[in-house]
């Protein structure tokens, strides 16, 4: 069973970038299809975009497309998130997910699609 780590929020000015890192153990997250999510304050939690290590898909939401890219690295089995001009609704807690699943268009962004975790890290876009 994976666990995941997610590292690297912070405050940051609009216009700003970021790099969220997801860190996976006790499984090879090369095994799992991975997303991104966030949750702001009094919102439902979105999915931001998933990539599958498996097949090299990837899929963005049309909130972060050419804003926000995911990358992995397999030496160090994370996950990154990189994050560009950031914005102050992009404010949220952020989290990163898997799923032994194959993802799809339709299901990348559904959190009942993931079975596993991490605990978020708070993203705070202010001046």
């Known amino acids: 069973e994976v666990q995941l780590v997610e590292s690297g929020g912070g405050l940051v000015q609009p216009g700003g970038s970021l790099r969220l890192s997801c860190a996976a153990s006790?499984?090879?997250?090369?095994?799992?299809?991975i997303g991104w999510f966030r949750q702001a304050p009094g919102k439902e939690r979105e999915g931001l975009l998933c990539f599958s290590s498996r097949n090299r898909r990837r899929f963005y939401s049309n909130s972060v497309k050419g804003r926000f890219t995911i990358s992995s690295d397999s030496a160090k089995n994370s996950v990154y998130l990189e994050m560009n001009n950031l914005k102050p609704e992009d404010t949220a807690v952020y989290y990163c997910?898997?799923?032994?699943?194959?993802?799809?268009?339709?299901?990348?962004?559904?959190?009942?699609?993931?079975?596993?975790w991490g605990q978020g890290t708070q993203v705070t876009v202010s001046s």
């Open positions: 006790g499984a090879r997250f090369d095994d799992y299809d």
């Open positions: 997910a898997a799923t032994k699943s194959r993802l799809i268009l339709s299901s990348c962004y559904q959190r009942i699609s993931y079975d596993y």
